[in-house]
């Protein structure tokens, strides 16, 4: 709990502004399937940088209070002097407002964040003048307008990402290139997260829509979906593609085979013609790794399949596999993971990054993973 006599004492303008960050649930993988499927939740993009909640005060004052309990207050860590750009932009919002979002650099991770927030203001404000520029601060929930406490309320999760998208176009925060609207999502939110993070993306939170704000705990209604560790494995075979297609898109779906399957028909729509069907595009051009296979060594000196990796493999990898498999087979490949099971060895969520030609095969071990 924060201590509401030191938080007088140092932010007088702040007193009962300054609230616990909400914390988050680092979901299993069937976890977040099953609620990316329930369509009860919607999904934000996490940045990879440090949460921070700007606050207008009683008065006027605005604060950057982080997430961290400073050691020498015993209060949250304020920054609003690192970024006077976000400053300004935002003294437009009414008195006893509290906006919660990321502060980041795009392109860049966390130290990038650090060397800005974690200097003092008159060498961060030297930074920005750099190639970077501003740092940009990601906003993804409103909790306090105009007084109005929505934590009190118990406003829910969708609601107030509504009330946050009017705050953004009332006030034209748009104008500003360093202050984003996070952008939320509700369909096909699986397939999204694994899309995010295949471009880079630091995860995904998945938000329950009934889901109210609980300063300081860490409550089911909220999910991260967020990568984890690099790891090196070896490339042990593939997988046969999918053959049916059942995309949403079938009407305008080129892959096509009759019926039994021995006709690789035309490019052209055959939706509603009898004898044919919809395949998947590896299937009808014969790439029969639509997945790879990975694995690494044991203390026996034997591989061990730990997974499957289909993310990060573009279609001209696709055929390349197919008409040049020992170019990968028993190569060492880096990989991306969302989730490691340390118990039966398996991950989940698994990213390609590319070969690596400098390691050798038997240097993948199990214990270097798990």
Not at 164 to 171: A, D, G, M, P
Not at 188 to 216: F, S
Not at 320 to 333: G, R
Request: one cysteine or more; aromatic letters at 10%; glycine letters at 8%.
């Amino acid at each position: 709990m924060l201590n509401n006599e030191i938080i007088k004492q140092l932010y007088p303008d702040a007193e009962g502004l300054m609230i616990e960050p909400m914390l988050i649930h680092a979901s299993t993988d069937n976890q977040l399937q099953r609620a990316c499927e329930s369509g009860e939740y919607f999904g934000q993009l996490k940045k990879d940088g440090a949460l921070y909640q700007f606050v207008k005060g009683n008065t006027g004052e605005c604060f950057l209070f982080g997430r961290t309990v400073s050691k020498k207050t015993g209060v949250l860590t304020e920054k609003i002097a690192n970024v006077p750009q976000i400053k300004e932009a935002l003294e437009c919002l009414p008195n006893k407002t509290i906006l919660i979002g990321e502060i980041y650099y795009p392109g860049g991770s966390s130290r990038n964040t650090t060397e800005i927030m974690g200097c003092l203001p008159a060498k961060a404000i030297e930074r920005q003048a750099g190639s970077r520029g501003y740092i940009h601060y990601y906003i993804h929930d409103i909790v306090m307008y105009d007084g109005v406490n929505f934590i009190i309320a118990q406003t829910n999760n969708e609601t107030r990402y509504k009330i946050l998208q009017k705050v953004f176009e009332l006030y034209n925060l748009n104008q500003y290139p360093f202050l984003e609207l996070a952008e939320s999502w509700t369909d096909n939110l699986y397939e999204r997260v694994g899309a995010a993070l295949d471009v880079g993306e630091e995860g995904m939170v998945i938000k329950k829509k009934t889901g109210v704000y609980e300063p300081g705990k860490r409550p089911d209604t909220n999910l991260k979906a967020k990568k984890v560790d690099f790891a090196d494995v070896v490339i042990i075979g593939f997988e046969e593609p999918t053959k049916e297609y059942y995309g949403k898109d079938i009407e305008n779906w080129q892959y096509w085979t009759n019926a039994d399957n021995t006709i690789s028909l035309s490019i052209e729509c055959h939706y509603g013609e009898d004898d044919v069907m919809a395949v998947t595009k590896p299937y009808y051009l014969q790439w029969w790794n639509s997945r790879i296979k990975i694995g690494a060594y044991n203390s026996k000196g034997e591989i061990e399949n730990i997974g499957t990796i289909h993310s990060g493999i573009s279609d001209d990898m696709k055929q390349d596999m197919t008409e040049n498999p020992d170019k990968y087979l028993n190569h060492v490949a880096k990989i991306q993971m969302m989730e490691v099971d340390k118990t039966n060895h398996t991950i989940r969520h698994g990213f390609y990054r590319g070969l690596r030609d400098d390691k050798n095969a038997m240097d993948c071990t199990i214990d270097s993973i798990f």
